[in-house]
């Protein structure tokens, strides 16, 4: 089976592409970014040797038909994308551009070579946006109120996977997944941005104060490790054209992820501080989720808990700062 993983750099990416590679007669195969050439290989350093990598911009659909022509995937997994909601204020343009080009070219490129693969879409929990605390746990049928430009560039490549496979039969495959974390997770993101913080903090980098935004907002978290093991199921058992929540169906408020990793801490004391450039024009307040039909088609659940997800993050950026 020959499976290619756009954004197989990428943190996510980095560990799906492991996960293929285990499965019996599995090729794989990636696309990266030219400028992603240096630091972000480092994640998949230990596979490089397994795995065929293409420099391709997804939005330049020459490049995209040229990669798809010589691979003829069996899966594509499409994980490539703008995914950092904060910076989607500052060029909404791009992250709208980016995340909606990049699927139709595929989806045009895949039409126009007669290819058929099975294609997941990496949508998001943003794309709820606006969530009243009596709407949780949030179903698939709860309405789309998309508070960033990321979320509403998830809702279209939403759309367009699901015109896709009315229009014309393709084989889409639409995840909604809550957010995930993990060892390797940008450093833009709350854990990682917390967790580096404190281990450069321990190693006498940084004056013990933590630099924070939001502390209130709710997420439902799951490990990354658990959900590459279900956006695997999610292209073995899902129903085309119909999206899937994917999430842990608790909540952490943000507040008590930073005072985790504090309390694992080996310098007491700490300091927080609220930098006015971490917060949004209008963040998501609460997310949870209700994960049941994608349990109901696939019987996935998650297995890692959250506190060993944010000692092994804060363990990953000891051995880096
Ligand atoms: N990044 C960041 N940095 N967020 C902070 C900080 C900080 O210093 N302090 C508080 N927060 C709050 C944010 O305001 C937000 O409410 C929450 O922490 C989580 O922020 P992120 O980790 O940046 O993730 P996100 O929820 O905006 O988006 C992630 O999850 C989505 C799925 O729901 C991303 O992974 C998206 O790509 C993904 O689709």
Redesign the pocket.
């Known amino acids: 089976m020959k499976i290619l993983i756009t954004g197989i750099s990428g943190f996510v990416g980095s560990y799906l592409a492991e996960y293929c590679l285990s499965m019996p007669g599995a090729e794989v195969y990636g696309t990266i970014l030219s400028h992603h050439l240096g630091d972000e290989m480092k994640r998949i350093e230990g596979v490089k040797d397994k795995i065929k990598i293409f420099e391709c911009n997804l939005t330049n659909r020459i490049a995209v038909e040229r990669v798809l022509q010589e691979v003829k995937p069996d899966k594509i997994f499409h994980l490539a ?1 703008q ?4 910076v989607s204020w500052d060029g909404p343009e791009d992250t709208i551009f980016n995340n909606i080009m990049s699927e139709l070219n595929i989806f045009e490129s895949c039409r126009n070579l007669g290819i058929n693969p099975i294609i997941q879409i990496a949508g ?3 794309e709820y946006g606006l969530v009243s605390e009596d709407e949780v746990p949030i179903k698939e049928t709860n309405p789309l109120r998309p508070l960033s430009p ?1 979320a509403v560039s ?1 809702i279209g490549q939403e759309m367009l996977g699901y015109q896709y496979y009315k229009s014309y039969g393709l084989k889409v495959v639409l995840t909604r ?4 974390e993990g060892p390797g997770r940008g450093e ?4 990682s ?2 967790a580096k913080q404190i281990a450069q903090i321990e190693k006498g980098k940084q004056e013990p104060i933590v ?5 209130q ?1 709710q ?1 439902d978290y799951t490990d990354v490790r658990d959900m590459i093991r279900a956006y695997w199921l999610a292209t073995e058992k899902c129903e085309y054209g119909k999206p899937y929540n994917i999430c842990s169906g608790k909540t952490w408020v ?1 507040e008590k992820v930073l005072e985790f990793l504090l309390s694992l801490s080996t310098v007491k004391n700490i300091k927080v501080e609220k ?1 006015p450039e ?3 024009p209008s ?2 307040q609460i ?1 949870k989720g209700d994960y049941s039909e994608f349990n109901k088609a696939t019987g996935w659940n998650p297995e890692i808990p959250f506190e060993k997800t944010l000692e092994d993050t804060l363990n990953y950026w000891r051995e880096r700062v």
């Open positions: 994308a995914s950092f909601v904060r998001s929990s943003e990321y998830k997944a809550f957010n995930h833009q993101f709350v854990t941005t917390f630099k924070v935004g939001n502390l907002a997420r943000i930098d971490r917060m949004r963040d998501v997310l």
